[in-house]
C-alpha cells in the first residue's frame, strides 16, 4: 500500500505567520509532488508541484523536496485568513496511473 | 485552460434508484479518475480509465461501474443507489506523464 501521511491538523497561524505544512511517503520510487488547496464543499486546486530535490518557490508558496527522507513539505508566507483551506499532498506512483493523496491537513489562519 | 466538467452540482435521488454520474475533460487526457470524497477519510478512488472502453478498480469499486465510449467522457453508475453513497464525487483527469491531476467542480450526491 503506497501511503502519504499528513497531521490532520487542525493548524492555526496568525495574519502574516509562515505556515509549514509536512507530508510523508513511502513509496521510494515516486518523481513528482504535489500540493493542493482545497476549500470547503469545492474541489481540490493544485497550488505547487515539484520533481527535484531542494526548494520552488512561487509567489508566497515554497514547496520543499527530500527523496531521501521521503519528505515533502509546503510553506506558505505572510498568512491570510483566505488561505484557510484544507491543503492536500499528492504523490506520484512509480509506474502508476492515479496520484495518492494524504487526507489533508486544515489550516487556519485567525485575523 | 484544463477543463474538467461535471453533469450536476448537487444531486438528490432515492434508494435502489439507477444514477449516472458524468465526466468531460477538454484536454485530451488519457487517464480518467472517479474518486468519493467523506469527512475524515480523503480522497478514494473508486475507478479509473487509462484509454477508451478501458477501466481499472480503485480501492472502494462496490456498488459502481464505470463507463469511457469516448476519451473526453467518462461515466460513473450506481446501479442501485444506497445511502451509504451519499458523498461529494469528484472527476478528475491527467495526461500519461508525470504531470498533475486536474478535478471537477463535484457532485454532491444525496440518496434518501
Known amino acids: 500500500q503506497k501511503e502519504v501521511e499528513q497531521n490532520s491538523g487542525p493548524l492555526s497561524v496568525p495574519e502574516g505567520a509562515i505556515a509549514s505544512l509536512n507530508c510523508t511517503y513511502s513509496?521510494?520510487?515516486?518523481?513528482?509532488f504535489f500540493w493542493y488547496r482545497q476549500y470547503s464543499g469545492k474541489s481540490p486546486e493544485l497550488i505547487m508541484s515539484i520533481y527535484s530535490n531542494g526548494d520552488k518557490e512561487d509567489g508566497r508558496f515554497t514547496a520543499q523536496l527530500n527523496k531521501a527522507s521521503q519528505y515533502v513539505s509546503l510553506l506558505i508566507r505572510d498568512s491570510q485568513p483566505s488561505d484557510s483551506a484544507t491543503y492536500l499532498c499528492a504523490v506520484s506512483p512509480l509506474g502508476g496511473y492515479a496520484l495518492n493523496f494524504g487526507k489533508g491537513t486544515s489550516l487556519l489562519v485567525t485575523p | 485552460d484544463v477543463k474538467v466538467t461535471q453533469s450536476s452540482r448537487y444531486l438528490v435521488k432515492r434508494t435502489g434508484e439507477k444514477v449516472f454520474l458524468e465526466c468531460v475533460q477538454d484536454?485530451?487526457?488519457?487517464?480518467m479518475f472517479w474518486y468519493r470524497q467523506d469527512p475524515g477519510l480523503g480522497l478514494r478512488l473508486i475507478y479509473f480509465s487509462y484509454d477508451v472502453k478501458m477501466k481499472e478498480k480503485g480501492d472502494i469499486p462496490e456498488g459502481y461501474s464505470v463507463s469511457r465510449e469516448k476519451k473526453e467522457r467518462f461515466s460513473l453508475i450506481l446501479e442501485s443507489a444506497s445511502t451509504n453513497q451519499t458523498s461529494m464525487y469528484l472527476c478528475?483527469?491527467?495526461?500519461?506523464?508525470?504531470?498533475?491531476?486536474?478535478f471537477g467542480p463535484g457532485t454532491r450526491l444525496t440518496v434518501l
Open positions: 513509496d521510494r520510487g515516486s518523481q513528482s
Open positions: 484536454m485530451d487526457h488519457e487517464n
Open positions: 478528475a483527469s491527467r495526461t500519461g506523464g508525470e504531470d498533475e491531476q486536474f
